[in-house]
């Protein structure tokens, strides 16, 4: 299995319904065929010193292996995702584990 975990922190400016219309992005990725598990979030209430709660979304998405997660990154619904939203991207970060 590979977990591909992202993080999106968007511009300080984006509207509430910007953000609205970018969770409804985020949650067309699960359509793709090649994705097992899949979960969209925003940082849970945990206060702790080791709990980054500074992004505005999660998403977490699981693939059976290497190959499927390379059909993901050029899948037409992904490359459409980054078409319409990374105008308000203002950090990205992506963890892959497997």
Do not use: C
Request: glycine share 4%; proline share 3%; no cysteine.
């Amino acid at each position: 299995m590979i977990a591909h975990h992202v993080l999106f922190w968007l511009k300080a400016d984006t509207t509430e319904a910007q953000k609205e219309a970018f969770l409804g992005g985020l949650k067309s990725l699960e359509n793709i065929e090649v994705v097992k598990n899949f979960h969209v979030g925003t940082p849970a209430p945990i206060e702790r010193a080791v709990v980054d709660t500074t992004y505005t979304f999660s998403l977490i998405l699981f693939f059976e292996d290497l190959a499927a997660h390379d059909v993901y990154q050029v899948h037409p619904i992904h490359k459409t995702f980054l078409e319409e939203f990374r105008i308000f991207f203002e950090k990205v970060i992506i963890y892959d584990a497997n």
